[in-house]
C-alpha cells in the first residue's frame, strides 16, 4: 500500500525557514517524480513544485521560486521542502504527492503557519 | 502559465440526478506524444487530501464508481456524475499537466439540492 506521510510543520514567524519531510512506502520511491502541492486555509489548491527520480531536475512555482527547495534522498525513501523567507501567504497545508505526470497518491498533509 | 477556469463554482443536484462539471484551459493540453489530453480531476472532501478520480481526461483511476466519468479534448473538458450520490459531496478539482506549473482550476463545490 503507497503511503505518503508528512511531517515538520508548525508556526513559524514571517521570515523564518521550516523543513517539511515526507516519508514514502508501499512503491519504489527512487523510481518516480514527485511533488508539493498547498491549500492555504478555506481556499483552493496550488502546485508548489516537483522533482524527479533522482533529484537532479527540480520546477517550482513564480510564487515560491528563490525561497523554497525541493530535494529528496532516496536511501531514506524521503521528500523534503527546505522553505526560507515565509511569508503570511504562505500559510497552508502542504501535501507530497506521488507523480505518474498527475498527482496518484496523496499525503495527508502538514499545516505551516507562518504569523507573529 | 496555463490558466484553469471551472464552471459552476457551486452546484447543488439532487440525489440521482445527474452533476456537470466544466473545466476549460487556457491552451491546449492535447500532449501530442501520445495524443492525450494532460487532464486530471480530483475529488476533495473537508477534512482530507484529494483524491484522484480520471487522468489524462477520460481515464477512471482504479476503484472510482463508473458513474464518474471524464470526456474533452484541447481546451474544453468535463466532469460528469451520472447519478449522484450522498457521498459525492465534495469540492472538484481540475488540473493540467501539460507544463509547469501545474495548474489547477477554482475548484466547484457540489452539493445535494
Known amino acids: 500500500e503507497v503511503q505518503l506521510v508528512e511531517s515538520g510543520g508548525g508556526l513559524v514567524q514571517p521570515g523564518g525557514s521550516l523543513r517539511l519531510s515526507c516519508a514514502a512506502s508501499?512503491?519504489?520511491?527512487?523510481?518516480?517524480?514527485m511533488h508539493w502541492v498547498r491549500q492555504a486555509p478555506g481556499k483552493g489548491l496550488v502546485w508548489v513544485s516537483h522533482?524527479?527520480?533522482?533529484?537532479?531536475?527540480?520546477n517550482y512555482a513564480d510564487s515560491v521560486k528563490g525561497r523554497f527547495t525541493i530535494s529528496r534522498d532516496n536511501a531514506k525513501n524521503t521528500l523534503y521542502l527546505q522553505m526560507n523567507s515565509l511569508r503570511a501567504e504562505d500559510t497552508a497545508v502542504y501535501y507530497c504527492?506521488?507523480?505518474?505526470?498527475?498527482?496518484?497518491?496523496w499525503g495527508q498533509g502538514t499545516l505551516v503557519t507562518v504569523s507573529s | 502559465d496555463i490558466v484553469m477556469t471551472q464552471s459552476p463554482d457551486s452546484l447543488a443536484v439532487s440525489l440521482g440526478e445527474r452533476a456537470t462539471i466544466n473545466c476549460k484551459s487556457s491552451?491546449?493540453?492535447?500532449?501530442?506524444?501520445?495524443?492525450?489530453?494532460?487532464l486530471t480531476w480530483y475529488q476533495q472532501k473537508p477534512g482530507q487530501p484529494p483524491k484522484l478520480l480520471i487522468y489524462?481526461?477520460?481515464t477512471r483511476e482504479s476503484g472510482v464508481p463508473d458513474r464518474f466519468s471524464g470526456s474533452g479534448s484541447g481546451t474544453d473538458f468535463t466532469l460528469t456524475i451520472s447519478s449522484l450520490q450522498a457521498e459525492d459531496v465534495a469540492v472538484y478539482y481540475c488540473?493540467?499537466?501539460?507544463?509547469?506549473?501545474?495548474?489547477f482550476g477554482q475548484g466547484t463545490k457540489l452539493e445535494i439540492k
Open positions: 488540473q493540467q499537466y501539460y507544463s509547469t506549473p501545474y495548474t
Open positions: 508501499g512503491f519504489t520511491f527512487s523510481s518516480y517524480w
Open positions: 522533482l524527479n527520480s533522482d533529484g537532479s531536475v527540480t
Open positions: 491552451q491546449s493540453v492535447l500532449y501530442s506524444s501520445n495524443n492525450k489530453n494532460s
Open positions: 489524462w481526461a477520460s
Open positions: 504527492g506521488r507523480s505518474s505526470g498527475y498527482v496518484d497518491y
